[in-house]
């Protein structure tokens, strides 16, 4: 079975101030894929990278990075220099390659970005 | 914008009753998923439609129901409400059956049963 925990609930940071998500998932895939979804306070999911298990380099987008640590099972996101409209509810989540073809979603951090 | 197309955005309804959700996927986008959001169970998968044919089932209730209609537009039925039905009820789509392709989400239909 798949799991994705997403330990920290909430979150609020400074404005400016470098924050990481964490996500620490579970299969028994050999393929899989991992995500990050952002929920704005307006209620939609947007879509913001993808990284399959196969590739553990880093990912930098802007102010956002990712780091994918196979041997922790570890997904982190990091915000550097955090911006109000960074507040949201970030979600982490995986799929199987084969088998599972189910999304499974870990149940999201809030993060507030205090101005 | 993803380009996937949710109809109506908010619904208010009786227990007992029934209502269909909409959704239009992306362009191009032959699978359709369908999703609950809710404040104790979080985001469950409810089912997957891949070009007109059932693909995966999650934890979808038997009082509902799904489709996907020839031109790829898929509603969500859902009968007998429930007061714990009340939630926000995404549709997803993506080009292809593969799990591997990200899922591109519409702005969610929020149901309220009173």
Redesign the interface.
Known sequence: AQKVTQAQTEISVVEKEDVTLDCVYETRDTTY?L?W?KQPP??????LI?R?SFDEQNEISGRYSWNFQKSTSSFNFTITASQVVDSAVY?CAL???FGN?????G??TRLTIIP | DSGVTQTPKHLITATGQRVTLRCSPRSGDLSVYWYQQSLDQGLQFLIQYYNGEERAKGNILERFSAQQFPDLHSELNLSSLELGDSALYFCASSPSDLGRQPQHFGDGTRLSIL
Do not use: A, D, H, M
């Open positions: 894929y995500f979804y307006s209620g939609e999911l947007v879509f993808r399959n979600f799929i199987g390659e073809e189910k999304l499974t979603f149940t999201g």
